[in-house]
T-cell receptor
Framework: QKEVEQNSGPLSVPEGAIASLNCTYSDRGSQSFFWYRQYSGKSPELIMSIYSNGDKEDGRFTAQLNKASQYVSLLIRDSQPSDSATYLCAVRESGAGSYQLTFGKGTKLSVIP | SAVISQKPSRDICQRGTSLTIQCQVDSQVTMMFWYRQQPGQSLTLIATANQGSEATYESGFVIDKFPISRPNLTFSTLTVSNMSPEDSSIYLC???????????FGEGSRLTVL
């Protein structure tokens, strides 16, 4: 059974701090990795994708991938109350069609003003 | 990104009834996907709908319970049949983004079965 694991949280950080969200996956052959943000009562929205080892930065968001450790993380710098949401890690498995993503259960982030 | 509209946004249903969820996309897409998000759980793919062919169902999901239509390249429906309280969930329609593996989701349909 291919799995994507996340700490369910809640993760609480003060406004302006760095929030660090972590995700591990079981399929060593996984190729593509995604972070989705889901506000309460809303649908998920894609915020970051990463395909190769290392860091990828987009504004206040940085995704980090370490395939050897089967670990992907999301850093949010200068956290804002509007960042309070559940963050879903998703992994595209090896050999799967582009639509076969495995999602984690999500980490709930709370940014305290 | 595509604009994806779902109807209804929420509904309360009685056990044993069926409900059809509609998904409309503002552009033509080859594949449309239906996901389920049960309370406190991750998103689970129910099936993939291609225009002009039968939907492809994932393990644990069957056509009799979740019949899907895909009459054209911008529209799909998912029916949840003979509902039970265990079907209470958010049902999400999605389409591929421009890059491999990226998905865009509709607003979701929140079903409560009494």
């Amino acid at each position: 059974q291919k799995e994507v694991e996340q700490n369910s949280g809640p993760l609480s950080v003060p406004e302006g701090a760095i929030a660090s969200l972590n995700c591990t996956y079981s399929d060593r052959g996984s190729q593509s990795f995604f972070w989705y943000r889901q506000y309460s009562g809303k649908s998920p929205e894609l915020i970051m994708s990463i395909y190769s080892n290392g860091d990828k930065e987009d504004g206040r968001f940085t995704a980090q991938l370490n395939k050897a450790s089967q670990y992907v993380s999301l850093l949010i710098r200068d956290s804002q109350p509007s960042d309070s949401a559940t963050y879903l890690c998703a992994v595209r498995e090896s050999g799967a069609g582009s639509y076969q993503l495995t999602f984690g259960k999500g980490t709930k982030l709370s940014v305290i003003p | 990104s595509a604009v994806i509209s779902q109807k209804p946004s929420r509904d309360i249903c009685q056990r044993g009834t069926s409900l059809t969820i509609q998904c409309q996309v503002d552009s033509q897409v080859t594949m449309m996907f239906w996901y389920r998000q049960q309370p406190g759980q991750s998103l689970t793919l129910i099936a993939t709908a291609n225009q002009g062919s039968e939907a492809t169902y994932e393990s644990g999901f069957v056509i009799d319970k979740f019949p899907i239509s895909r009459p054209n390249l911008t529209f799909s429906t998912l029916t949840v049949s003979n509902m039970s309280p265990e079907d209470s969930s958010i049902y999400l329609c999605s389409v591929d983004g421009p890059n491999t593996g990226e998905l865009f989701f509709g607003e979701g349909s929140r079903l409560t079965v009494l």
